[in-house]
């Protein structure tokens, strides 16, 4: 039996969604809702997938690659893993044994990481390159990941001419509650900047809980939602 509160916050934010798409003028082939199911049980997972979501992301390899070892072993339908947290380069070997999409590349050395890494599982078997989102950092504060979006054509010159590394889009997270059309306006900006270089890396990885309506607006094609559909996180 799936938990009959997270069933309703599903459609709830699923219905939202799709009205926001279509407010916007927008097709709803173009976006994606991807569930952050981090502080959350396996189990969450499995109902999720059985509402029909597909799109799964977490922000901490630790937590991350067991559960979605133990979801992999059970008979579920085709899903993905997005990686959307702060990534260590020690943790690159772990997080593409299940990751389809990496959001968060945001420097030079985690790059080189991506490339070493995925050079030896091609060298020891079948593996697709991996699809990865540059992160844009909105604020002034280089302690929040990402870069910041006045280097990004010179980094995202350096992920084009990297093998085994693919490049999508753009991902932003916005910043200040009074601010949040401004930032999504920018991450929008980057996006075209990036177009010039890669037209078909044409994604935009924006839109949270509280955000996401906006976000859809201003041409996000991959939503990142936790509580809203989750529940509140249990910390520990
Ligand atoms: C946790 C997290 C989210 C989801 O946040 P909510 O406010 O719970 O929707 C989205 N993006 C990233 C990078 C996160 O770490």
Redesign the pocket.
């Known amino acids: 039996m799936v938990d009959q509160q997270l069933a309703e916050r599903y459609q709830s934010v699923t219905q939202s969604v799709a009205q926001a798409i279509a407010a916007a003028n927008r097709d709803a082939g173009e976006v994606t809702t991807i569930v952050?199911t981090?502080f959350h049980p396996a189990q969450m997972v499995l109902d999720l997938l059985e509402l029909g979501a597909r799109d799964f992301?977490e922000?901490k390899d630790q937590e991350a690659a067991p559960k979605a070892a133990q979801v992999r072993a059970l008979d579920v339908p085709e899903h993905r893993w997005h990686f959307?947290?702060q990534l260590q380069s020690n943790k690159v070997k772990s997080v593409l044994n299940y990751a389809a999409a990496i959001h968060s590349l945001d420097r030079e050395s985690l790059l080189g990481a991506l490339v070493k890494e995925v050079a030896k599982k091609k060298a020891v078997g079948e593996f697709k390159d991996i699809d990865v989102f540059i992160e844009l950092n909105l604020t002034d504060d280089p302690e929040r990941g990402g870069m910041q979006p006045a280097d990004l054509t010179r980094f995202a010159t350096s992920v084009l001419e990297s093998p085994g590394v693919n490049l999508v889009g753009v991902m932003g997270?916005a910043s200040l509650d009074n601010q949040i059309e401004a930032d999504f306006e920018r991450i929008r900006l980057a996006s075209e900047t990036l177009r010039t270089l890669k037209p078909e890396a044409n994604l935009i990885s924006a839109g949270?809980?509280?955000d996401f309506g906006t976000a859809i607006q201003y041409g996000a094609t991959h939503l990142?939602?936790?509580?809203?559909i989750t529940g509140p996180r249990q910390y520990n």
């Open positions: 952050v981090k992301g922000n959307v947290g997270v949270m809980s509280g990142r939602i936790g509580t809203a």
